[in-house]
């Protein structure tokens, strides 16, 4: 059981964490994030020298196990960097962990594309407001976006049309990408 739990994702074991109460996907959750868990607390073992380790990492583990059962969990590298980051701000007190506003749009605009995948209406307007969206941006963001996902070139193949080194597309595509996100999150927040 617990090698079928490695491969699931982490939105299905939080999932199953928090319905099925299974404490196994819980810890194999918990076992993925611990690297992360000791460096997020490295630094404040250097600045406290009388913080302790066997008292710290029970108490942040079970906080993090309470707050699996009761908190929305978007991306789990945030949701652990946050706890931690609230217990030693306060050990006493139990801050809730808020997704930040990229991780909530970009889960937003994950679930509109999922939607749109079994309704027409959602996919036209969706198809209308990326179209609007790529308008929006400038010829050259344009002409990479549109080249790259829609034509399906390569970075080679756009470095050879422009001049350009490969790396230098890739760069350029990856701040038109940002700009397109940005052009959606913006129309979003505008209707």
């Known amino acids: 059981m617990y090698q079928q739990l490695r491969n699931l994702s982490d939105k299905e074991l939080i999932s199953r964490a928090r319905k099925?109460?299974?404490?196994?996907?819980?810890?194999?959750?918990?076992?993925?994030?611990?690297?992360?868990?000791?460096?997020?607390c490295l630094p404040s073992f250097r600045n406290n020298p009388g913080t302790n380790p066997q008292t710290l990492f029970p108490s942040l583990l079970?906080?993090?196990?309470?707050?699996?059962?009761?908190q929305t969990i978007q991306k789990a590298n945030e949701w652990i960097h946050q706890?931690?980051?609230?217990?030693?701000?306060?050990?006493?007190?139990?801050?809730?962990?808020?997704?930040?506003?990229?991780?909530?749009?970009?889960?937003?605009?994950?679930?509109?594309v999922e939607k749109a995948a079994t309704n027409t209406i959602e996919k036209q307007a969706l198809i209308a407001q990326v179209q609007k969206a790529l308008s929006g941006l400038s010829t050259e963001d344009r002409f990479l976006v549109e080249q790259?996902?829609?034509?399906?070139?390569?970075?080679?193949?756009?470095?050879?049309?422009?001049?350009?080194?490969?790396e230098k597309v890739?760069?350029?595509?990856?701040?038109?990408?940002?700009?397109?996100?940005?052009?959606?999150?913006n129309q979003t927040y505008v209707r």
């Open 20 to 40: 099925l109460k299974d404490r196994e996907a819980e810890g194999v959750l918990l076992e993925r994030y611990s690297h992360l868990l000791v460096a997020v």
């Open 62 to 70: 079970q906080r993090l196990s309470n707050s699996l059962k009761t």
């Open 83 to 112: 706890t931690i980051k609230s217990y030693f701000a306060n050990p006493e007190k139990q801050v809730p962990y808020y997704p930040s506003r990229d991780a909530r749009d970009q889960l937003h605009t994950e679930n509109r």
């Open 148 to 166: 790259f996902y829609l034509e399906n070139q390569t970075f080679t193949g756009l470095a050879a049309q422009k001049g350009y080194t490969t």
């Open 170 to 185: 890739r760069q350029l595509l990856k701040k038109a990408k940002s700009r397109l996100a940005m052009q959606l999150t």
